[in-house]
C-alpha cells in the first residue's frame, strides 16, 4: 500500500485509534491533516509526520467547514476522509445526562455525517474515500451503552447508504468496526465500562488503524476485528435469546479481566 501525494484527514487524532492512523497514512507517503479538539497534541503530531494540524470539534459545523476549507486551501484536494472522533458516557439509559446523550449522538453520529456532506464535492472530484471508525457495538446491543450502540448502528447504516449513492461517483465508502480496543477511551474509564466489554479479547490502536488503512486502500465495505468478537456478536444477532442466556457467563468472564487489567493501571 502506497498512499504517495494523496491528501487524507484524520478526526479525532489526538491519541489512540487516530493518531496511528495518522502516523500510518504519513508512514506510506500521505499528506495528513490532523484533526481533534486539543490542538497542543494535535500540533505536535504534525510536527512528527510533515502533517497539518487544525483544532476541530466534530459537534460544530463551522469547525467542520474549516477543516475542510483548510485542507483545499493547503493541499487542493481531499482524497480520504477518516471519520474517527468518538465519545462515550457510560450508564443505564436513566443514569445518564441528557447533555451526555447529545454529545455521544452529536461526535459519534452527526459529526461523521456532516462532515462526510461538506467533505463530499471533493471526494468527489477525487474518486476518494471515507473510512469510518464503527464498532462491534454497532453490530450487538451492550446494556451499559445503549446511545453508543445507536450512534454505531446508524454510523454504519450511513456508511453502508451513501455507498451506494455515491457508487455511480466512484466514491467509495467504509466501516471499520472493531471490538475493545486498548485506548484511553476504554482503559481511562474502566469502572463505567461494562464487565460485558472486557470478556472480549483487545486490540492494539496500530491493530486497528491498519484495518482503517486497508480499507483506504481497497475501500472493502466492512473490517470487523477481531473475527472471534465478530462471530460472537452476529450469533446473539441472529438468536437473541443468546445473548441472555451468555450475558452471566460473559459478564464473569470480563469482570475478571477487568480486575487484571485494573492491576496493570495501578502498577
Known amino acids: 500500500m502506497r498512499f504517495d501525494d494523496k491528501v487524507v484527514i484524520v478526526t479525532g487524532a489526538s491519541s489512540g485509534v487516530g493518531e496511528a492512523a495518522a502516523r500510518r497514512f504519513a508512514a506510506l507517503g500521505a499528506r495528513v491533516i490532523v484533526a481533534a479538539r486539543t490542538a497542543s497534541k494535535i500540533e505536535m503530531l504534525a510536527k512528527e509526520i510533515d502533517g497539518l494540524a487544525i483544532a476541530t470539534d466534530v459537534t460544530s459545523v463551522s469547525d467542520l467547514e474549516n477543516l475542510v476549507q483548510s485542507a483545499i486551501d493547503a493541499y487542493g484536494k481531499i482524497d480520504v476522509l477518516v471519520n474517527n472522533a468518538g465519545a462515550n458516557h457510560r450508564g443505564d439509559l436513566g443514569e445518564v445526562g ?80 472493531p471490538g475493545p480496543i486498548a485506548t484511553p477511551f476504554v482503559l481511562d474509564d474502566i469502572e463505567s465500562t461494562p464487565d460485558l466489554v472486557f470478556s472480549q479479547p483487545f486490540l492494539t490502536a496500530e491493530e486497528t488503524a491498519e484495518a482503517v488503512v486497508a480499507c483506504a486502500w481497497d475501500r472493502k465495505r466492512e473490517r470487523a476485528l477481531p473475527a472471534s468478537t465478530l462471530r460472537l456478536a452476529k450469533l446473539v444477532g441472529a438468536m437473541p435469546w443468546l445473548q441472555e442466556r451468555l450475558r452471566p457467563i460473559l459478564e464473569a468472564k470480563g469482570a475478571k479481566a477487568k480486575a487484571e487489567w485494573r492491576a496493570k493501571a495501578t502498577r
Open 98 to 177: 441528557l447533555d451526555e446523550i447529545a454529545n455521544i449522538i452529536d461526535t459519534n453520529l452527526k459529526g461523521p455525517i456532516l462532515l462526510t456532506r461538506i467533505a463530499l464535492p471533493h471526494l468527489k472530484e477525487s474518486k476518494g474515500v471515507v473510512v469510518n471508525v464503527a464498532s462491534i457495538a454497532g453490530h450487538v446491543p451492550l446494556p451499559g451503552e445503549s446511545t453508543y450502540c445507536a450512534t454505531k448502528w446508524g454510523l454504519r447504516g450511513f456508511t453502508f447508504a451513501v455507498a451506494e449513492e455515491c457508487r455511480e461517483a466512484g466514491v467509495a465508502l467504509s466501516a471499520v468496526s
